[in-house]
T-cell receptor, first 112, second 112 residues
């Protein structure tokens, strides 16, 4: 079974600064999807960004971007110009043809 | 679209009682997931349906748990009998094809 590892249980960033959250995954497949989800205290799971493995270009959504290293099986999330509203749990997820597997999550604190 | 709708939002029940959680996926989505979230175990995939058919139920903890999807617009997760260790937030999510999953608001279950 595919596994997703987030090695940083907690991270902290100063408002307006940049922070990078790490994610690695294990798979023998070549075609799959990767995602980052955000879960604020409201507990709603919100999609932040997606990356198709066949695309070499790193995905970007406004202040959120990824560094996708397929050979290294690494998928990190960079948040630029951090805002107080970015404080949340962040989950990395992997999906191939069927189910979607999540990492353990990283709790991000944003300091004013 | 109203998004994925789960009911109830909160459920408190006594040990030994039957609990039924309900989910209405987004119209047109053909995949449905049930997840359980706890502090200790994170987000666990319980069961995955594709076109109303259960594809992977390896995450269902034991025979006390059962899930059904009688049609494309409705699914249930039943726990009978419930135990205190079943206390968690249960999420339903749906997707179209192999893309990202959209989550409901979750049901917070407390078994006393």
């Amino acid at each position: 079974a595919q596994t997703v590892t987030q090695s940083q249980p907690e991270m902290s960033v100063q408002e307006a600064e940049t922070v990078t959250l790490s994610c690695t995954y294990d798979t023998s497949e070549s075609d799959y999807y990767l995602f980052w989800y955000k879960q604020p205290p409201s507990r709603q799971m919100i999609l932040v960004i997606r990356q198709e493995a066949y695309k070499q270009q790193n995905a970007t959504e406004n202040r959120f971007s990824v560094n996708f290293q397929k050979a290294a099986k690494s998928f990190s999330l960079k948040i630029s110009d951090s805002q107080l509203g970015d404080a949340a749990m962040y989950f990395c997820a992997y999906r191939r043809t069927g189910d979607m597997r999540f990492g353990a999550g990283t709790r991000l604190t944003v300091k004013p | 679209d109203a998004g994925v709708i789960q009911s109830p939002r909160h459920e408190v029940t006594e040990m030994g009682q039957e609990v039924t959680l309900r989910c209405k996926p987004i119209s047109g989505h053909n995949s449905l997931f049930w997840y359980r979230q706890t502090m200790m175990r994170g987000l666990e995939l319980l069961i995955y349906f594709n076109n109303n058919v259960p594809i992977d139920d390896s995450g269902m903890p034991e025979d006390r748990f059962s899930a059904k999807m009688p049609n494309a617009s409705f699914s249930t997760l039943k726990i009978q009998p419930s135990e205190p260790r079943d206390s968690a937030v249960y999420f339903c999510a749906s997707s179209k094809g192999q893309r990202e999953a959209f989550f409901g608001q979750g049901t917070r279950l407390t078994v006393v």
